[in-house]
């Protein structure tokens, strides 16, 4: 069973900030929460990770609310090469479980 | 230092047939973990090996199986080959997976059943 839940798509303007939610309230106190991205033809590739604080990186920000039951990937300024599938996944002791993904769609 | 290796890249059988997919880790990572991807199901992660040890399983029939060599190179084999295994399935390394370590995924080996 998915524990994560993510919308199915979502359209932005290039050069714009994107904000990419993500929904677990069954996250458990020891899960990760991760983000990858998967472009057309290739295996996902990492995007960021967090635990409980916020975390930047070059790529992104993850914005991980207080009760951690969901999450925002934060894209700052959107290009055309960040047109992917983005996945919010839960990593813990139990294994990894992946949302469907948020089909991020980019407008020139 | 060099990725994470799937071979074959593509592969057709028929129906009945079995199949044997191998992935080769990054150097150093001990924990290699296999997916399924489909247009329909998205990712669906199949199993986790650990010092060639299965450590996670997910929700696949015992047609699906793998193993993990003293090097971490990893296989997994699928018997009985059905028309919905058609899939793209992909290897990702990490070291333990902790929560805290990322994974790197290969590029995938497509599997066609016809």
């Known amino acids: 069973d998915a524990k994560t839940t993510q919308p199915n798509s979502m359209e932005s303007n290039e050069e714009e900030p994107v904000h990419l939610p993500c929904n677990h309230s069954?996250?458990?106190?020891?899960?990760?929460i991760h983000w990858y991205r998967q472009l057309p033809s290739q295996g996902p590739e990492y995007v960021i990770h967090?635990?409980?604080s916020n975390v930047n990186n070059r790529m992104a920000s993850l914005a991980i609310a207080e009760d951690r039951k969901s999450s925002t990937l934060i894209l700052h300024r959107a290009t055309l090469r960040d047109a992917a599938v983005y996945y919010c996944?839960?990593?813990?002791?139990?294994?990894?479980?992946f949302g469907k993904g948020t089909h991020l769609i980019i407008q020139p | 230092k060099a990725g994470v290796t799937q071979t074959p890249r593509y592969l057709i059988k028929t129906r009945g047939q079995q199949v044997t997919l191998s992935c080769s880790p990054i150097?150093?990572?001990?924990?290699v973990s296999w997916y399924q991807q489909t247009p329909g199901q998205g990712l669906q992660f199949l199993f986790e090996?650990?010092?060639?040890?299965?450590?996670n399983k997910g929700n696949f029939p015992g047609r699906f199986s793998g193993r993990q060599f003293s090097n971490s190179r990893s296989e997994m084999n699928v018997s009985t080959l059905e028309l919905g295994d058609s899939a793209l399935y992909l290897c990702?390394?990490?070291?333990?997976?902790?929560?805290?370590?990322?994974?790197?995924f290969g590029p995938g080996t497509r599997l066609t059943v016809l």
């Open positions: 990702a390394s990490s070291r333990p997976v902790g929560g805290g370590d990322t994974q790197y």
């Open positions: 069954t996250i458990s106190g020891t899960d990760y």
């Open positions: 967090g635990l409980t």
């Open positions: 996944i839960l990593i813990g002791a139990d294994g990894l479980t």
């Open positions: 150097s150093g990572h001990r924990s």
């Open positions: 090996y650990f010092s060639e040890t299965q450590r």
